[in-house]
Structure formats: C-alpha cells, structure tokens
C-alpha cells in the first residue's frame, strides 16, 4: 500500500513539474537591470545605451520602457519555451507606433529584440531596439 502511494505521488510531482514548465517561462521573478540599445536607419551618430531597473515576473515577463509622453499597451503575448513574444500598439505626442517584441530568456538574464514601427508622420520609420537583462535582486 505504501509503495502504491509513494509511485502515485511520485507521478503527481512529476506531472506537476512537467505541467509549470511548460506554462511558465524560464524566468526567475525579481528586479532587473535592464539595457536598451536603440538602432534607427539613416541616424548619423549612435544612441548611448539607456538602463532602467524594472520589476519582472513570470506573469508579467515583458520589460516596458515606455518615456515620458509615450503609452504602449502590449497585446498578444504569446509563450513558447523560453521565448516571449508581443505585438504593441503605442502613442507618443499625438502619433500612433506599432511594434513586435521577441525576448528569450534564461532564468536570471534574457536577451531580445523590439521593433517599433512609426507612423507616416516620420516617414513609416522602423527603430529596433536591442534589449538584455540580468536579474539583481528582489522587487522592492
């Protein structure tokens, strides 16, 4: 009877574990430090590299930086292993952006791309966004 309910268990906690897996990105939640690299055609002179310290969970797994003046709402988030991936409707200023964002992730760190596409008003510009992360601690 004993080994009956040590297998089932057994089986239990491996289902359990196999199941969270597949749900969950590899993501430990936490705050992050977070660089953004942005790279647009055409731009003479490279941007500095901007770093934001942002709070990441599995829930909620898609670093937003938006800036001052600029709303983005991500929407159709899709979950595939370790990878992320999002569509994103923004407005900055009166203008209308739409973008894609890839993330794969590695437990404490991640790595990925955002492209962000802008509206006739800047000529259909598309800006990609060179993004990594590494995990620092706790969210506060």
């Not at 297998?7 to 660089?35: H, K, N, P, R």
């Not at 929407?75 to 992320?84: D, L």
Request: one cysteine or more; a positive charge; glycine letters at 10%.
């Amino acid at each position: 009877m004993l080994k009956k309910i040590t297998t089932i268990f057994s089986t239990l906690v491996c289902m359990v574990f196999f199941v969270t897996s597949a749900w969950g990105v590899d993501l430990q939640d936490g705050s992050y430090e977070i660089t953004s690299k942005v790279e647009m055609p055409g731009m003479p002179m490279q941007m500095p590299p901007v770093t934001v310290t942002q709070c990441l969970t599995q829930q909620d797994p898609v670093p937003n930086q938006s800036t001052a003046g600029q709303h983005c709402n991500i929407i159709e988030v899709k979950t595939e292993g370790k990878t992320v991936t999002w569509k994103m409707e923004c407005t900055q200023q009166g203008q209308k952006m739409q973008g894609t964002g890839k993330m794969v992730y590695y437990g404490d760190r991640f790595e990925g791309t955002i492209n962000t596409t802008m509206g006739p008003q800047s000529g259909n510009m598309t800006i990609t966004t060179l993004v990594n992360g590494k995990r620092i601690g706790a969210c506060k």
